[in-house]
């Protein structure tokens, strides 16, 4: 089993990242939060691993943090939530704001994910309310340092990318990235993403 791996980014893409270590590079599906604590990394990083091992597929997963990896881990235990299910909504919330939807029972935020439906949602609260209570994520700083500007085209791209990649359609996902940046010409890419994720 592989615990962690550590390298340099070779590629990074919000839904993706490329690490290489020993000459051998790892692509691993990422959330949004993991893109913005690594992005502005320079030297080595380190990614939390969770392998899935399929038939017709192996695939690695990668977190910043342990707790976000136990967090998808708690997630992907509940009947109806797979792991896109699961990188969707450790997209649009932190580790911390997570734990504190789930232990206040707030079934309208997890609905809000794609994927996501109200028994689902009701099924993630009642099976994982005291588990995420356990595992004591304090609410601290959620937010990350501000991203290098963008070109708003490059940035839209890949926004609409990372999107397209999380389940959603390219149309939609275009129009609310191109809605979003004529309100906040300003935004990084992370925060473009999550604004989309709670309009689609």
Known sequence: MIEYIRG????LTPTMAVVEAHGVGYGLN????????????????RLHVWESI????????????????ELFLLLTSVSGV?????????SGM?????????VRGDERMLKAAKGI????????????????????????AGGSAQAAPVANSELVDEAVAALTMLG???APSQKAV???????????????????LKML
């Open 117 to 140: 439906g109200a028994k689902t949602a009701q099924r993630i609260i009642v099976e994982l309310k005291d588990k995420v209570a356990a595992l004591g994520i304090d609410a601290q």
């Open 168 to 170: 959603f359609s390219p």
């Open 8 to 11: 340099t980014i070779a590629s």
């Open 30 to 45: 990422i959330t949004l939060n993991t893109y913005t604590a690594i992005q502005a990394a320079s030297g080595e990083v």
């Open 178 to 196: 191109v809605g979003i940046l004529r309100a906040e010409p300003d935004a990084t890419v992370e925060r473009v993403i999550k604004l989309a």
């Open 82 to 90: 797979g792991p896109q299910s699961a990188r969707v909504i450790l």
């Open 94 to 102: 932190t580790a911390a704001e997570l734990c504190d939807t789930i």
């Open 54 to 69: 399929r038939e017709d597929a192996f695939t690695l997963w990668g977190f910043a943090t342990p707790a976000e990896r």
